[in-house]
């Protein structure tokens, strides 16, 4: 029970330090009239062609995937493209109302809408790079990096990822539903837990409240080194890489072992799931490295950039296993969702918005769990008549549609509800 309620408030952590980066790459973008001209022409082939000949490439998609007719994904629709924006302001909503990552409902939404696992891991991929590529602030946080601590690391995240979309590429060549089932089952063990630990968060925060406690914690502050990183500090297997040198005379050192290690978890977990890898780094570095939080922002940021567009590119696109299309709808959903979302927090308490967010991740751990029977029986693993699996994935469907449709309607009507507020804010 610990265990999980640890490796719970791991991955929070994680998922709030992932917000932080995405509200300031959206805001990077959207405060450079240059970047937003690029936005804008890259969205005009893409829509026009799609919509023009949307037949013609739902019709060619199969044998570009290796000829997997019968399990061919969804083909692209002007239905698809706008469910794409609408997952993209979902996500955004959730990250900038919440401060914690909405990148894990972006891969099982995508799913549930008719989309191939694999090209939904893909396709989070690309749309995280494409952003990180767009709203640099390498620039902005060049006093803040490592860059031996993030070269290094790389070299571990790119291992991990090679493995990774390895794996998912493998599984998609034996079977196409032995890959979406394996996605799925890694989507409810790490959404089943995240989802316990925010609803404990919730309830804790709330009882604290009512007793007089603090309401709304915020992001994850780097403390005194704990137990782990001590330890991890001591071993001296050459070369000791030197890092924090400007917040501690001499600075700390740890071994390059220890670096690529955690790299090639961070790179595999990104390559399989298609979160970029960035909810865990920050975790990993601060609460099992030992690296100041300081320093850690900066090479989250640098790392990020790598990892998810060395997997983006060399595990997945090359393979035929993005949706350019998609991923750019849900960039342009996310960067006007996070905008929204993080206004909106000025007027909203912080535990209303601890429930909400316990609710989105546990409505997309309902998604894959009432999805998984149906691809288990689907590869006979499990005996179930076709018609209580698709019930069961019908009411996975609707419940995390639902959930998500409220969240997005009651954040949006609260942000325009208060919209004469806000702008009395920024006029102050």
């Not at 206004?343 to 601890?354: D, E, Y």
Request: charged fraction near 10%.
């Amino acid at each position: 029970m610990n265990f999980f309620k640890q490796w719970g408030k791991f991955m929070m952590m994680g998922a709030r330090a992932h917000a932080k980066w995405e509200l300031d790459v959206s805001n990077v973008i959207l405060g450079d009239k240059k970047r937003l001209v690029i936005l804008g022409l890259l969205m005009i082939p893409i829509i026009l062609g799609g919509f023009a000949f949307a037949e013609e490439i739902g019709g060619a998609l199969p044998g570009y995937l290796g000829g997997k007719e019968a399990y061919s994904p969804a083909f692209f629709t002007p239905v698809i493209f706008i469910s794409s924006i609408f997952i993209g302001i979902c996500a955004g909503l959730i990250t900038g109302c919440i401060g914690a990552g909405g990148g894990f409902i972006i891969a099982p939404a995508l799913m549930s809408a008719g989309v191939k696992g694999i090209l939904a891991v893909g396709t989070d991929l690309f749309h995280i790079f494409a952003k990180a590529i767009m709203g640099s602030v390498l620039h902005r946080k060049l006093g803040n990096i490592s860059v031996a601590l993030g070269l290094i690391f790389i070299i571990g995240s790119i291992f991990g990822a090679t493995t990774g979309g390895y794996i998912n590429r493998v599984l998609y060549d034996m079977n196409p539903i032995l890959s979406d089932t394996f996605i799925t089952m890694v989507y409810v063990f790490m959404l089943g837990i995240l989802g316990a630990y925010s609803l404990y968060d919730f309830l804790t925060s709330r009882k604290a409240q009512s007793t007089g406690g603090g309401a709304h914690g915020g992001g994850v502050e780097g403390a005194d080194l704990g137990n782990l990183p001590k330890k991890l500090q001591s071993y001296n297997i050459p070369p000791m890489i030197t890092f924090d040198e400007s917040l501690i005379p001499g600075g700390r050192k740890i071994s390059w072992v220890f670096l690529v290690l955690s790299g090639a978890l961070v790179g595999l977990c990104a390559a399989i799931m298609g979160v970029g890898g960035g909810f865990l780094t920050f975790p990993v570095f601060v609460y099992v490295l030992g690296v100041s939080s300081l320093t850690t922002v900066g090479t989250d940021i640098f790392q990020i950039i790598f990892t998810a567009g060395y997997a983006a590119i060399g595990q997945y696109a090359i393979y035929g296993f993005i949706f350019y299309t998609l991923a750019m709808g849900m960039l342009l959903g996310s960067l006007i969702g996070i905008q929204i979302g993080s206004m909106a927090t000025k007027v909203v308490k912080g535990i209303t918005i601890r429930g909400f967010y316990a609710m989105a991740v546990l409505a997309g751990f309902s998604n894959r769990l009432f999805a998984l029977p149906k691809k288990l029986a689907a590869i006979e693993l499990i005996t179930l008549s076709k018609e209580t699996g698709k019930l069961l994935d019908t009411i996975g469907i609707w419940i995390f549609f639902i959930v998500i449709s409220i969240f997005a309607v009651w954040v949006i009507g609260t942000f325009f509800k208060n919209i004469k507020k806000l702008k009395g804010e920024e006029a102050i």
